[in-house]
């Protein structure tokens, strides 16, 4: 049996850009995404904690110490500049594996740096 658990976590990441026109994702700090773990292209689930908005998109890349959160596409309905999110990516783990895990989860500041981790 799998169990699907938490692996990396962005809390309070901050939507620097919203580009309707893009095809669809989430652009992210590739140093943010460094920090837990989140690759390119993997599966998201985002909580705006400033209107309740949840969604499910994919990483990509931004630039590395840009600060970058940009919704694309549809996702930037989902919330505009300024809104903070909680980032989530999940991992399945055999139930010897779930034994001890530990999520990558990191806190940022109003300006997508990190203030706190627990790794």
Known sequence: MLCTLLKAKLHHLRVTEANKEYEGSLTVDEDLMDAVGIAEFEKLLIANLDNGERLETYAIRGARGSGIACL???????GKIGDRLI?????????AECQG???KIV?????????????
């Open 72 to 78: 694309n596409g549809a996702a930037a309905y989902k």
């Open 87 to 95: 980032v989530m990516a999940w991992c399945q783990l055999d139930e």
């Open 101 to 103: 895990h530990h999520p």
């Open 107 to 119: 806190r940022l500041d109003a300006q997508n740096r990190i203030v706190a981790s627990a790794v």
